[in-house]
């Protein structure tokens, strides 16, 4: 009977052991990373931002598309898709060719969105008009909304000096959100946007957030006060109002 227990054990030891190398291996399977394609910058891509690139406040992310569709070897980045815009000369909606990815806000069509989806964030290593290229990929089996009217909601955070994870950008938000679509991608593709540079002078980690994914850590510089808001409630900070003595022309 002694035997038979000793035996008994061993091979439930034995199981468990397994399952849990199955599991870890199933971990690094999940964990294996899209390689980054090849990025060809023939239009001389631009990164717009409604603030510089050496915020002295919390600013506003403005994450654009500069690329969406396929995975593929090498990627031309365009700049800014825009997916469809008004023209005031012709006075005519124009549409461009990636329609497919983009959801008319009076269609009732709902998509599970990056909240609580499956999301692959990559930082490529080579900069791109003082920018850093980003990947972004659809790791579910269904497809996803990853953004809405030209907007991507990504925000990036930064270590502060008591090692805590915190904003240094707020999400871009419509005034309106009338005629603002949606963006969706199929499962297994990419898009590809782009993160800026800052330039102050403490260096830290950062990190992009997206939902609840989050990319790799990587090295940057900020300014201290790009954790704080130049607003107090509706209104701007006296600080920032004696820095900025035309802040009534915004």
């Not at 959801?103 to 008009?129: A, P, R, T």
């Not at 290229?133 to 270590?159: C, F, H, W």
């Amino acid at each position: 009977m002694r035997i038979a227990y000793k035996y008994s054990i061993i091979l439930i030891l034995g199981l468990v052991i397994s399952c849990k190398d199955k599991q870890k291996l199933q971990n690094k399977v999940q964990e294996v990373l899209t390689p980054f394609p090849c990025i060809v910058d023939s239009q001389k891509v631009k990164r717009f931002s409604f603030d510089d690139e050496n915020p002295t406040w919390l600013s506003t992310a403005f994450y654009e598309l500069n690329y969406i569709g396929k995975l593929k070897d090498t990627v031309s980045l365009e700049n800014a898709i825009k997916f469809s815009f008004y023209n005031p000369e012709t006075k005519n909606e124009i549409k461009d060719n990636h329609m497919k990815y983009y959801i008319d806000w009076l269609k009732k069509v709902s998509f599970k969105n990056w909240e609580n989806s499956k999301i692959e964030i990559q930082i490529g290593e080579k900069s791109i008009s003082n920018s850093l290229p980003v990947l972004i990929r659809n790791n579910n089996k269904d497809t996803i909304a990853i953004g809405y009217g030209s907007q991507i909601p990504i925000v990036m955070e930064a270590l502060n000096e008591k090692k805590e994870w915190k904003p240094i950008q707020e999400k871009f938000i419509y005034m309106c959100g009338n005629g603002v679509g949606t963006i969706v991608l199929p499962p297994g593709e990419i898009a590809i946007t782009l993160a800026p540079f800052f330039k102050g002078k403490q260096k830290t980690k950062l990190r992009l957030v997206f939902g609840d994914n989050k990319s790799k850590q990587f090295w940057g510089y900020i300014n201290k006060r790009q954790f704080e808001s130049k607003f107090d409630g509706g209104d701007f900070k006296e600080e920032y109002k004696k820095e900025n003595p035309h802040y009534n022309d915004f």
